[in-house]
């Protein structure tokens, strides 16, 4: 390779299902043009097939028509690795895969099968292969892909609830959680990174996981996954699920974005696709909801009609990422705000909220084990900033 790194940009979440012309996509666009590798998670299914999967809760199923939004940002790979990519049924996960790559957007992480979903999109830039592999920890039971049954590439992992004090009698205490990777499941993700590296210069594996409940911090398996990534081979690690923003670390040279966030997660239907499943709450009422659910649970907020989490997950970023054929060159990210009208605006660093932005992303960096440094700086007019690993001069 030679000439300037290729690069990669990422964003987390991404579903649309917006009426036309709500929320000013510009700005984001034309942050999203400068990079020769734009990735995200597509996090729902755009079909029009009738099937619903009978675990599906709130299913998050769009018009086709609604990947117009899609190919406008300009993504070029997304992961279908996903607790929604199968919402539809196995027909909504077909319709889905046909129309993205139909939009010229490679796929990976879901197929007819076990062994397609663990194939690599495999994308040529600047003279750099680059493969993309992708799983999903977080899903219901049945979306995981089998040797002949279409769905997810999984890495599940068992739970287990031990005594914090084992040499005290505590009734009732909150247990410590601990959990076990799948060693099948693992085992093929190994494999899958394995093989990807020998047709690519660089491998990216993207993964699905992670508590949506909590504001900050990692779930016992997300840095054991991340570590079995790491060591399978892959440069660089991508996780999303938990709709807000969780910070970056690095294990050896392979930088982990533990949280990337979402640019777009529109459920205008919820309050009454819920209130179809069960009578335990109305969902039109906020208090009501927050009370029950928390106020990191999902459910309608009346002054974000598309975005029914909580005000954290307004903060977003689009992580970048420059790419050589020795591996990751540098990673940053752009701060983002998300607008009740489901705008997304990349920040000027002139910005007055970017000072709560870097706030939010230094006490999210502080839950990590080893989180990178920040080094805050601009990108022309935009904020931005690096991430470095903490022990570098």
């Known amino acids: 390779m030679t000439g300037d790194p290729v690069r990669l940009l990422c964003v987390g979440d991404v579903f649309f299902d917006r009426p036309a012309g709500m929320g000013d996509l ?40 609604q990947l117009g939004w ?15 990519i199968v919402d539809g049924g196995h027909e909504g996960l077909r319709q889905t895969l046909t129309r993205l790559t139909e939009l010229g957007i490679r796929t990976a992480g879901a197929g007819e099968n076990l062994v397609a979903a663990a194939e690599p999109a495999v994308l040529a830039a600047g003279g750099l292969r680059v493969a993309v592999i992708a799983a999903s920890s977080v899903f219901p039971v049945g979306y995981e892909a089998r040797p002949g049954v279409a769905g997810l590439l999984p890495l599940r992992a068992y739970t287990f609830y031990l005594n914090p004090t084992p040499d005290e009698w505590n009734p009732g205490m909150q247990p410590r959680v601990i959990t076990a990777i799948d060693e099948n499941d693992s085992s093929v993700l190994e494999a899958a990174i394995s093989a990807a590296r020998e047709h690519a ?13 909590k504001r900050h911090g990692l779930t016992d398996h997300e840095p054991q996954a991340a570590q079995l990534l790491a060591e399978a081979g892959a440069d660089l690690v991508l996780g999303h699920h938990q709709h807000t923003v969780r910070g970056t670390s ?19 239907r919820l309050a009454e696709d819920l209130a179809a499943e069960t009578e335990e709450v109305s969902y039109s009422d906020e208090a009501a909801c927050q009370t029950l659910f928390g106020d990191y649970g999902i459910y309608p907020r009346a002054d974000y009609p598309l975005l029914p989490f909580h005000p954290d997950s307004r903060f977003t970023v689009v992580g970048r ?12 990210m752009y701060p983002c705000w998300i607008g009740p009208d489901g705008s997304v605006d990349p920040l000027a660093a002139t910005d007055p909220r970017v000072a709560d932005w870097l706030r939010y992303l ?30 570098s001069p």
Request: proline residues 7%; charged residues 10%; glycine residues 12%.
């Open 362 to 391: 230094v006490e999210s960096m502080a839950a990590l084990p080893e989180p990178a440094t920040v080094v805050p700086g601009t990108d022309g007019a935009l904020a931005y900033w690096q991430l470095v690993p903490a022990s």
């Open 250 to 268: 690095f294990i050896g040279a392979t930088p982990v974005f533990f949280g990337l966030g979402h640019v777009a997660c529109d459920l205008p």
């Open 26 to 65: 510009s700005g984001l666009r034309e942050l999203l043009a400068t990079g020769d590798i734009v990735f995200g998670n597509c996090e729902g299914n755009y079909s029009d097939s009738s099937q619903r999967s009978p675990h599906a809760r709130g299913p998050q199923i769009a018009a086709p028509t």
């Open 321 to 332: 990422c420059d790419l050589t054929a020795g591996g990751v060159e540098s990673v940053g």
């Open 201 to 213: 210069d660089v491998v990216v594996a993207s993964i699905h996981w992670g508590d949506v409940t």
């Open 70 to 84: 899609l190919a406008e940002l300009g993504f070029s790979v997304m992961s279908v690795a996903n607790n929604h």
